[in-house]
């Protein structure tokens, strides 16, 4: 069984981003290899303060780091869901990206973007370099979701059966990456 977690990285009050974090929840909790959890941010609360010590250090200071940490400690792999602010994406993902540092090591990680024409694509690379300095492995298949607003009906279809087929192909490399990696740190 393969541990994935969706990080959805907005909490905007009324948020598209339930729809695309859905979405793919949904599709992954078909799979019977994986065990999936949706972490909405939103339900976090993080502080921004972060841990007098460096995240390498393992050692960190509140209590909702602490829980942060072993949730994403127990996963095979990722997949971040996230909007595009000013061609960017959001604080409220570094904060939750940087504040820990260990868990994230080796592990491989796979984006949704969604936003306006572009589909949160400008957002996404940039999170794939972040992702590489924290030793990970973003792999190269993803979910672009254009004009969020209208992608979906009220049922949480998608209006372009394409978005269903791409994220298709981006759990089957998901999986190869995670399994791969997965032995590569049981060996160890
Ligand atoms: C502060 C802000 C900046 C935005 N900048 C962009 C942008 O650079 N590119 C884009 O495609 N959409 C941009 N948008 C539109 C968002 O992608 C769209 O509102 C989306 O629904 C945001 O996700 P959310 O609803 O989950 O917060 C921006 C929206 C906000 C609130």
Known sequence: MLKVKIILGSTR??????????FVH???????????????LKEWDMPLAMSAKPPKS???DDEMTKKWAAVIGEADAYIIVTP?????YPAVLKNALDRIYNEWLN???AFVGYGAMLGGGRAVEQLRQVAIE?????IREAV????VWQAFD??????????TAGAQVMFAQLTWWGEALKAAREKK
């Open 134 to 138: 924290l030793q990970m492995a973003p």
């Open 107 to 109: 592990k491989p990680v």
């Open 13 to 22: 009050a009324g948020r598209q981003g339930d729809k695309p974090a859905q």
């Open 154 to 163: 009220e049922s949480g279809k998608p209006a372009n059966e394409q978005l």
């Open 144 to 147: 672009f979701v254009p004009l």
């Open 58 to 60: 393992g050692e960190y």
């Open 84 to 88: 595009e602010y000013n061609h960017g």
């Open 26 to 40: 949904t599709l992954a909790k078909e799979r019977a290899d994986w065990e999936v959890e949706l972490l909405d």
